[in-house]
T-cell receptor, first 112, second 114 residues
Framework: DQQVKQNSPSLSVQEGRISILNCDYT??????FLWYKKYPAEGPTFLIS???IKDKNEDGRFTVFLNKSAKHLSLHIVPSQPGDSAVYFC???????????WGLGTSLAVNP | DTAVSQTPKYLVTQMGNDKSIKCEQN?????MYWYKQDSKKFLKIMFS???????INETVPNRFSPKSPDKAHLNLHINSLELGDSAVYFC?????????????FGPGTRLTVL
């Protein structure tokens, strides 16, 4: 039972264009969402997060949008760079659960 | 200077053996975690410790026993290894046990059970 879904296993984008990675969730109790990036043979690293009281959070080239009514969030990377090529995981927190629920990840390839 | 380190990086062993994976963090964090990433790439939490106390134990077989000798270390011991234990195991740490706190991950230990 996947509570956090990343339906696109992979995405390919040209350098300089926008990358949009999507994430859907089923549990309306989730109130905090995080994106992690993972390079091969390394552990995930934190990228950006958003609280359910907001609909947008921006950090440099990375912006996360949250649509609570649709239970959907997306990560935008503008402009995309080859170094952004990695697997991106969406994760959700249900407050007092004290654990993150992770999506399966989307592998992003940014082509020069 | 590695923030979260795990040893070994690779572990190949036979079914039925007992093995340990070590994890150390030098970030001064008070919470540490063990995650399992299986062949389907699901990243699932197994355990979390806060100040050496067990906070989360996620229906993991009792063949898996975490040990936290101090706040900076969380080791994972696995008894009677089975084929299904083959996976990548990640250690992580954070400041505070709320899961929305940024977690810092180690590089992972790839366990292969033959």
């Amino acid at each position: 039972d996947q509570q956090v879904k990343q339906n696109s296993p992979s995405l390919s984008v040209q350098e300089g264009r926008i990358s949009i990675l999507n994430c859907d969730y089923t549990n309306s109790m989730f109130d905090y969402f995080l994106w992690y990036k993972k390079y091969p043979a390394e552990g995930p690293t934190f990228l950006i997060s958003i609280s359910s009281i907001k609909d947008k959070n921006e950090d440099g080239r990375f912006t996360v949008f949250l649509n609570k009514s649709a239970k959907h969030l997306s990560l935008h990377i503008v402009p995309s760079q080859p170094g952004d090529s990695a697997v991106y995981f969406c994760a959700a927190d249900a407050g007092n659960n004290r654990k993150l629920i992770w999506g399966l990840g989307t592998s992003l390839a940014v082509n020069p | 200077d590695t923030a979260v380190s795990q040893t070994p990086k690779y572990l190949v062993t036979q079914m039925g053996n007992d093995k340990s994976i070590k994890c150390e963090q030098n970030l001064g964090h008070d919470t540490m975690y063990w995650y399992k990433q299986d062949s389907k790439k699901f990243l699932k939490i197994m355990f979390s410790y806060n100040n050496k106390e067990l906070i989360i134990n996620e229906t993991v077989p009792n063949r898996f026993s975490p040990k936290s000798p101090d706040k900076a270390h969380l080791n994972l011991h696995i008894n009677s290894l089975e084929l299904g234990d083959s996976a990548v195991y990640f250690c992580a740490s954070s400041q505070g046990f709320d899961s929305y706190n940024e977690q810092f991950f180690g590089p992972g230990t790839r366990l292969t059970v033959l």
